[in-house]
């Protein structure tokens, strides 16, 4: 099950050992890995910054923002899925820390990214969440966000709409990349409303 589509009390440490089976998770198939590269090196500065990577997972996106030059910290709240993250980017300039995505374990730090997928729409509070995580970019830093809507019956998400006007008060330049139609990304088609939003604060 994607955890794009599971509940938000879901299991995550038992999920762990199967999330990577997804193609838009491990991004074990070199087409699927080599999409969001690409999406990634156009989102991310074109030089090497410190990326906060919030509910990173297993750390596929992390692997890539270092394979692009960049420092990164991940945060998941799953210890099962923090210490995958820390094996994948073993020997890469990144720090993989157990913790909840709301209130990272960051201290003083300051980044120039924060880099998250698919974690705003379980969030009780993203509005709160968002203003949080405003406080740790460092100034000219950006939100890089890949969210979406799932599901026909009882669809859950966070519509690009709804996530642009939140952002509007923190964000001086807010961009909406639709995602939906690039199957690549997804390793299949998909109809449901997929993006990314990068602004700059």
């Keep these: 099950m994607h955890r794009d589509a599971a509940a938000p009390e879901a ?42 990577d919030l509910g990173c997972g297993t750390g596929s996106l992390s692997l890539l923002a270092c394979e692009q030059g960049h420092r990164v910290t991940g945060v998941d709240r799953s210890p099962a899925m923090a210490e995958r993250a820390r094996a994948k980017l073993a020997g890469h300039p990144a720090t993989i820390l157990c913790g909840d ?28 969440a968002l203003r949080h995580w405003r406080e740790l970019l460092l100034p000219q830093g950006r939100f890089v966000l890949v969210e979406g809507v799932w ?15 939140l952002l509007e008060p923190l964000s001086r330049d807010v961009r909406v990349e639709p995602l939906s139609g690039d199957s690549l990304l997804w390793g299949k088609d998909v109809d449901d409303e997929r993006y990314a939003v990068v602004a700059t604060v």
């Design 11 to 52: 299991d995550w440490d038992a999920r762990a050992a199967a999330f990577d089976d997804e193609p838009d998770h491990g991004l074990r198939d070199p087409e699927v890995r080599a999409a969001w590269a690409d999406r990634l090196r156009s989102w991310l500065p074109g030089h090497g910054a410190d990326v906060l």
């Design 101 to 128: 995505a709301t209130a990272p374990p960051v201290g003083e730090r300051r980044f120039d990214v924060v880099l998250v997928r698919h974690v705003l729409w379980a969030l009780p509070d993203p509005a709160g």
């Design 151 to 165: 599901g026909t019956l009882s669809p859950v998400g966070v519509p690009a709409a709804r996530l642009t006007a």
